[in-house]
Each structure stands twice: as structure tokens, then as C-alpha cells.
């Protein structure tokens, strides 16, 4: 299997743009996550999803963010409008279902956001 | 809710010598304990992980960890470090029960490796 895949690996943008960060899960993972990693904050859990479903979506830090999966197979984080305090590394990863194998994360190599 | 501290940002060791990571957890019971590793520029793989049984854990790599309950700590150990194992390292906890499932996450220690 090809693992989590991300796009773009990197994303510069001006302030006030709409951003848009895409994933693949592993296909059978049943949980997809996203993350947002910065220096002052460490690893933040933003959203995630059960069989496409939003489950937890209490650390999406504001209306501007937003996530979607359409499909088992893809998912997306979008931001709108972009502000330089977004910049950071945001992470997707999946996980299988059921039992503790669940707790066990995959993740994809991130996009390394800039909001200039 | 649970909660994961490293208490080391920073940790550097020589090649060869042998590398602890402390990570401390507070929570009610028992909880899933992990160890991930994130080298520059990727996403963090799994190393270890801890569910039940014997309370030292086997990794890849080369890792191990040791669960001590008393001590409500899951340390990450490696006898004789390489230089490729300078990278952030990550502990987190989930909880057994409780409707969610979902791990938190310590703030990582970097291992910086001198030769």
C-alpha cells in the first residue's frame, strides 16, 4: 500500500486566500484524522471522521476552517479565508477499525502551509 | 480527561550510547500508550505500542519501552543509539473506554545525536 497520501507536500499562499489541503486514507481505514503541528502548540487533533461521518470536530479553531469526505478515499481541509497565523504543518493520518488496532495511526507526510 | 508530559524538550546523546525518553501520563485507569517517531520533514510512524500484558514493549528500530504503572510513566529505550535516530519522538495516550477513542499527544522530545 502507497500509505497516507497528502497534497500539496507544500503550500505558499497570500493572506485572504482560500487554501485547500487534500488526503488519501490507506483504503479500508475506516478513521481519517487531521492535525495541525506548530512549534508553540505541538500536535493539535483538528477533526476526524468514521466512515466519512464527522465525529469530533471541537478542535477546528475557527468558521474559517472546514473539512469534508465525500468518499472512503479521499478527504479535504479547507481554509477560508487564510491568515499567517495558520501557517503550520498539517498532518492527516488514518487508522482501521475495530479493537485496539484502532488506536494505531498511519500518518501521511503532511503540507507544510505558508500564509504570507 | 488524560493528559501525556515529556518533560524533555531536547535530549542529545552520542552515537553509541544508550538513550532514555521519559513520558509520564495521568489518567483514571490504564491507558493505550504509544510511541511515535517523526524524522525531518515526514509524518510520524508508530514505534511501539502498549495494551496489556508484559509491560515491556518491543519496537522497531531497535526500540523498546517499559510501563510502570506506579509510576504512571511509558519510558522509550535504546541500548546503543545510531545517528540516524536523531529525530522528534512522540508519546500518547489513549483511553480504554469512554465513547473516544482518540490518542493525545505529548509535546515530543527532539534527539539530537552527536557522532
Known amino acids: 500500500d502507497a500509505g497516507v497520501i497528502q497534497s500539496p507536500r507544500h503550500e505558499v499562499t497570500e493572506m485572504g486566500q482560500e487554501v485547500t489541503l487534500r488526503c488519501k486514507p490507506i483504503?479500508?481505514?475506516?478513521?481519517l484524522f487531521w492535525y495541525r503541528q506548530t512549534m508553540m502548540r505541538g500536535l493539535e487533533l483538528l477533526i476526524y471522521f468514521n466512515n466519512n461521518v464527522p465525529i469530533d470536530d471541537s478542535g477546528m479553531p475557527e468558521d474559517r476552517f472546514s473539512a469534508k469526505m465525500p468518499n472512503a478515499s479521499f478527504s479535504t481541509l479547507k481554509i477560508q479565508p487564510s491568515e499567517p497565523r495558520d501557517s503550520a504543518v498539517y498532518f492527516c493520518a488514518s487508522s482501521p477499525r475495530g479493537g485496539p488496532v484502532y488506536y494505531e495511526q498511519y500518518f501521511g507526510p503532511g503540507t507544510r502551509l505558508t500564509v504570507t | 480527561a488524560q493528559s501525556v508530559t515529556q518533560p524533555d524538550i531536547h535530549i542529545t546523546v552520542s552515537e553509541g550510547a544508550s538513550l532514555e525518553l521519559r513520558c509520564n501520563y495521568s489518567y483514571g485507569a490504564t491507558p493505550y500508550l504509544f510511541w511515535y517517531v517523526q524524522s525531518p520533514g515526514q509524518g510520524l510512524q508508530l514505534l511501539l505500542k502498549?495494551?496489556?500484558?508484559?509491560?515491556l514493549v518491543q519496537g522497531i528500530k531497535g526500540f523498546e519501552a517499559e510501563f510502570k504503572r506506579s509510576q504512571s510513566s511509558f519510558n522509550l529505550r535504546k541500548p546503543s543509539v545510531h545517528w540516524s535516530d536523531a529525530a522528534e519522538y512522540f508519546c500518547a495516550v489513549a483511553p480504554i473506554s469512554g465513547g473516544s477513542y482518540i490518542p493525545t499527544f505529548g509535546r515530543g522530545t527532539s534527539l539530537i545525536v552527536h557522532p
Open positions: 502498549y495494551f496489556s500484558g508484559d509491560t
Open positions: 483504503s479500508g481505514h475506516d478513521y
